[in-house]
């Protein structure tokens, strides 16, 4: 296994979670984005690639405008998961 | 693979840049009409000068599609008192909004507001917007109108009984600006961010006759000669914010709310007034939890609040219909926490959707709070992760997340001095949205957008031919490529630290003469000494360079109106140690702030210098129809 040095992963990290399988490199979400997190992917069709997590704003736009449901999936960072408990049980829960 | 450190590990390589690099090379564009920031009032400015026939080009940082503070949405269209539910009057509504802070308001433009805001609403909805509940999706909740099919928010409601918010859905807005800008030939530059206005000859206080730019993808240089130039961009964000890895939710804003427009207007030799005024940042995301995710926002109308054994609080986070006498949430907090500290109330509070009639649940949750700027993206998370507003509680962060430190500031509500054609102190220079020395909100925005554009297109067929200085457009091309011809040196994220740094330590709860001085100083060595270093390594990171120098420049501006301003403020949130008393009667007037020769002048305008709204506006709007029209 080749191991490359590279700089720490920023964090949050990976502010989107593309889904290959649906994601066609449409790159809506590379246009949309207000902060250029996203770059195209170098191969045509491919999901971007995430270059500036950090600067995300979390307004959900490359979610919410992407064409194809379930291309692109929000990842919200640990510390930013709001939580939510069950009226009945008591049980707390988070995404 | 999806992210930076995946790519490098499956290629053996970092990606090449994706976009054309164009250094050094340049594009000219002549238009009439130059529309600076394509958000809000940008949109509006550029849609009303097109209408009138003009050429209008708009210049985007971002993209126009979802850009700008109202971009992703908005819930709620406020000061609308010329709607036909309304029970105020427009003129009187303006009066109070502006007397509200102590006369500190801007009283032109929330005049206009009040005025014109209704036709906006209506206009947005024949371009696509959403402002009506069409499909009787929320029949029978309260405040809804049968008729026009309204939603009519409690906001003020309970006190005041006025009718003058409406709940909308903006997320529609943004996508139906910006085919309307497309539809009425609006040359759109996204990614483009300006960086200089040009004045005639390269005077500063000159006619401004354009603006300079460079894009954000490839680095192009751009240069746009214009015959009016409407400042639309945001005010300044982040300037007591150390922003490093969290930048993208530090503050209400994203990082790109640099503070550009008023940067530039600066140092073109506009006058600035209240730029002394800042607030503690409440909300602040990131250091604390993001806003609307939990509970603790103006959206959560109706929503009661509750503890952790779902005893009552007696406070909401925003009033309903009937909480006419609970505190909303930050009003006697101080009490509440007392009674958590006895053991009264237990941690955490929770928003109680449960106890809350179907309807009006509904209506919050799958309406205002998708609808509201970023809260769409959190009510879907939520939602896929399990959450039924029938079921479940939403946790509030009230105390468990901590107060905000007094020096988390933000700069809010300066901005450019304007006269009834919203026309600034320069010839040519049009101002509207948060340029302008007053809060507003997406109504704010759209409202003056609109009308400064066709203020701004009156002037053009007036106004001689537009020449460009080639030394002006020089010093500036070497000025914004600085950060890219250097092989080493500062990283923007350092530099806005460090500015931010000096800003907590001699601009914030402390305020004396020798702090502002000490802090004048520290900028300046910052400029000399650390932002001549700047380093970028592509052109996205020069944009974020080049917003450094305008955070630089505002905190600078920030300060000599600090000096200026030798009094204490309340409504200003402008506490001197050295001129304790509060708002003594000779300090109550606007302190101006301007460059003329490169150096600082200090001035002052009256409280009130608009004179009389009702009959300034329609001395200067004879030929405007609107809805409403003055008894």
């Known amino acids: ?95 | 693979m999806t992210t930076f450190h995946e790519f490098v590990g499956n290629e053996g390589h970092a990606p090449v840049w994706p976009y054309a690099i164009r250094y050094d090379q340049e594009q000219e564009i002549e238009t009439d009409v130059l529309v600076i920031g394509g958000g809000i009032a940008g949109c509006w400015a550029a849609i009303s000068a097109a209408r009138k026939g003009v050429r209008v080009a708009l210049v985007e940082k971002s993209a126009t599609i979802r850009s700008g503070a109202g971009g992703p949405g908005c819930d709620h269209w406020c000061d609308t008192a010329a709607n036909p539910l309304s029970k105020v009057n427009p003129d009187e509504w303006a009066e109070m909004l502006t007397n509200g802070f102590g006369g500190y308001g801007c009283g032109i433009s929330r005049e206009i507001q009040c005025r014109e805001n209704y036709d906006t609403l209506l206009e947005l909805e024949k371009m696509g917007g959403k402002i009506r509940d069409t499909d009787d999706q929320f029949k029978g909740v309260e405040g809804r109108d049968e008729k026009t099919k309204f939603l009519i928010s409690p906001r003020m409601n309970p006190f005041h009984d006025t009718n003058v918010v409406i709940r909308v859905w903006g997320t529609t807005f943004k996508p139906a600006l910006k085919k309307e800008c497309e539809r009425l030939g609006v040359k759109i530059y996204d990614r483009v961010m300006a960086t200089a206005l040009l004045t005639e000859k390269g005077i500063q206080g000159a006619r401004v006759v354009g603006a300079t730019g460079v894009n954000a993808r490839t680095g192009e240089f751009m240069i746009f000669k214009a015959k009016a130039t409407i400042l639309c961009s945001s005010s300044g964000g982040s300037l007591w914010l150390i922003n490093t890895e969290l930048s993208g939710y530090n503050t209400m804003s994203p990082r790109a709310v640099s503070g550009d427009g008023i940067a530039m207007a600066w140092r073109a030799g506009a006058e600035l007034t209240l730029m002394e005024r800042s607030g503690v940042m409440g909300i602040t995301p990131g250091f604390k939890h993001r806003w609307y995710t939990g509970a603790g926002d103006a959206s959560y109308e109706n929503v009661m609040l509750v503890d952790a054994n779902g005893k009552a609080l007696p406070i909401v986070t925003e009033p309903g219909w009937r909480q006419k006498n609970v505190d909303r949430m930050g009003m006697g907090f101080s009490a509440i926490r007392e009674k958590v500290l006895k053991g009264e109330f237990a941690l955490p509070f929770y928003g109680d959707f449960p106890s809350m009639p179907e309807i009006e649940r509904k209506v919050v949750w799958n309406m205002l709070l998708e609808e509201e700027c970023t809260g769409k993206i959190i009510v879907d998370t939520y939602t896929e992760s399990g959450f039924d507003p029938g079921k479940d509680q939403l946790q509030n962060y009230a105390l468990i997340e901590g107060s905000s430190l007094p020096q988390w500031r933000e700069a809010n509500g300066g901005g450019l001095v304007i006269n009834w054609d919203l026309k600034t102190t320069l010839d040519g220079l049009y101002a509207a949205g948060t340029q302008l020395f007053s809060p507003g909100d997406h109504s704010f925005a759209a409202a003056t957008g609109r009308y400064a554009g066709r203020k701004a297109a009156a002037f053009v067929r007036e106004a001689g031919e537009a020449i460009v200085s080639k030394d002006q457009v020089s010093v500036e091309r070497a000025r914004v490529y600085a950060p890219i011809k250097r092989s080493d040196g500062m990283d923007w994220k350092e530099l806005h630290a460090g500015i931010a740094r000096a800003m907590q330590y001699y601009c914030s709860e402390y305020k004396t003469e020798s702090l502002f001085k000490i802090g004048l100083e520290t900028l300046q060595e910052i400029e000399e000494k650390w932002a001549s270093t700047l380093h970028a390594l592509d052109p996205h990171k020069l944009i974020r360079s080049l917003e450094d120098l305008s955070i630089l420049t505002h905190a600078q501006i920030h300060l000599h109106a600090s000096l200026a301003r030798k009094a204490s403020s309340r409504f200003l949130d402008f506490h001197r140690i050295d001129y304790p008393e509060l708002d003594p009667p000779k300090w109550r007037k606007f302190i101006t702030v301007k460059q003329a020769d490169g150096k600082v002048q200090v001035g002052e305008l009256p409280i009130g210098y608009w004179g009389n709204l009702k009959q300034n506006y329609e001395a200067h709007n004879r030929d405007y129809e609107g809805a409403w029209s003055s008894p």
């Open chain 1, 1 to 95: 296994m080749k191991v490359y040095a590279v700089p720490n992963v920023a964090t949050p990290g990976r502010p989107a979670i593309f889904n290959p399988e649906i994601c066609n490199g449409c790159n809506t979400c590379v246009e949309h984005c207000p902060m250029d997190v996203f770059i195209p992917n170098p191969e045509e069709g491919k999901c971007p690639i995430i270059l500036h997590p950090e600067e995300c704003w979390y307004c959900g736009t490359c979610v919410n405008d992407c064409p194809r449901p379930g291309a692109v999936k929000f990842n919200w960072p640990l510390q930013q998961r709001g939580y939510w408990k069950r009226k009945e049980t008591g049980q707390v829960f988070r995404p």
